[in-house]
């Protein structure tokens, strides 16, 4: 059972652009979510989160949107730049735990 | 400030066979956990440690599987007869102490590299 699904595996975007990255989950304990980004060959590190009493966090480049009656949250970049591409897991924890239910990841490319 | 080591790199065995994995925490993290990623799909946790003992390891296949943290400090993790199916990236992660703080209080899980198993 997927408790947290990244729909789309990959995505290319143009230098400059916007990049969104989407997450949907199904489970409503889920309240804070978290997103990760992972290079080749090494582990995955810690780029944003939100908690369920926000629908928005921004950190420069980096807003996350958590829309929690559709159950879903996005990444966004702007602008998107080549040092972005890697992977990307969205991640969800239930309250005071620390366990963390990862999606499948999505690959972004980002072109000169 | 060191991050979360872990040894080896790279592992192939053949099918049956032992292997074992090795990770040091970020000094002063108390909590460490392992996940597996098999190729494709997001980290999974098998099992969590709160100092040395041991806080969850529900998806950890036991049968199999074992590990340890003596100490509070390094952690082992074994898989004991290998299976084709277990080839992945065995990901060691440490945090400070969970459950502290209040609500919404979260201590960022650090990664180390990874270990990439292959299962021949």
């Known amino acids: 059972d997927q408790q947290v699904k990244q729909n789309s595996p990959s995505l290319s975007v143009q230098e400059g652009r916007i990049s969104i990255l989407n997450c949907d989950y199904t489970n409503s304990m889920f309240d804070y979510f978290l997103w990760y980004k992972k290079y080749p060959a090494e582990g995955p590190t810690f780029l944003i989160s939100?908690?369920?009493?926000?629908d928005k966090n921004e950190d420069g480049r980096f807003t996350v949107f958590l829309n929690k009656s559709a159950k879903h949250l996005s990444l966004h970049i702007v602008p998107s730049q080549p040092g972005d591409s890697a992977v990307y897991f969205c991640a969800a924890i239930p309250g005071t735990a620390s366990k963390l239910t990862f999606g499948t990841g999505t690959r972004l490319q980002v072109t000169l | 400030e060191a991050g979360v080591a872990q040894s080896p790199r790279y592992k192939i065995i053949e099918k049956r066979q032992s292997v074992a994995f090795w990770c040091n925490p970020i000094?002063?993290?108390?909590?460490l956990y392992w996940y597996q990623q098999i190729l494709g799909q997001g980290p999974k946790l098998l099992i969590q440690f709160q100092n040395n003992g041991v806080v969850d390891d529900s998806q950890l296949p036991k049968d199999r599987f074992s590990a340890e943290r003596l100490k509070g400090v390094d952690s082992t993790l074994k898989i004991q007869p290998a299976k084709l199916e277990d080839s992945a990236v065995y990901l060691c992660a440490s945090s400070l102490a969970s459950g502290t703080g209040g609500y919404f209080s979260y201590n960022e899980q650090f990664f180390g590299p990874g270990t990439r198993l292959t299962v021949l």
């Open positions: 000094s002063g993290h108390a909590t």
């Open positions: 939100i908690s369920s009493i926000k």
